[in-house]
């Protein structure tokens, strides 16, 4: 699975941060961040058998923030 770019793409995160990749992002004046991730072919099988994605988040011990995760990007975007 990896981050692409996408239309509504207006930063990228850790662009210039050789120790992580790079994360091509929407940033809302709210603070609202979305990315989009393409899976391979084996992860799409693997997701078909399972039926399951895992998340896991870094919270350093800090509350928990708001997650959504959707494949349809209407859900978050209008054209």
Same mark, same amino acid.
């Given at each position: 699975?990896?981050?692409? =770019? $996408?239309?509504?793409? +207006?930063?990228?995160?850790?662009? +210039?941060?050789? &120790?992580?990749?790079?994360?091509?992002? $929407?940033?809302? #004046? =709210?603070? @609202? !961040? !979305?990315?989009?991730? #393409?899976?391979? @072919? #084996?992860?799409?099988?693997?997701?078909? =058998? *399972?039926? +399951?994605? /895992?998340?896991?988040?870094? *919270? /350093? +011990?800090?509350?928990?923030?708001?997650?959504?995760?959707?494949?349809?990007?209407? &859900?978050?975007? *209008?054209?």
């Amino acid at each position: 699975m990896k981050a692409i =770019e $996408f239309k509504e793409q +207006n930063v990228v995160f850790a662009e +210039n941060q050789p &120790e992580y990749l790079s994360l091509p992002a $929407f940033k809302s #004046e =709210e603070g @609202d !961040v !979305v990315t989009c991730w #393409e899976l391979s @072919d #084996e992860e799409i099988e693997k997701i078909k =058998e *399972t039926k +399951n994605i /895992f998340l896991a988040i870094k *919270t /350093f +011990n800090h509350p928990l923030q708001p997650i959504f995760i959707t494949v349809d990007r209407k &859900e978050l975007f *209008t054209d």
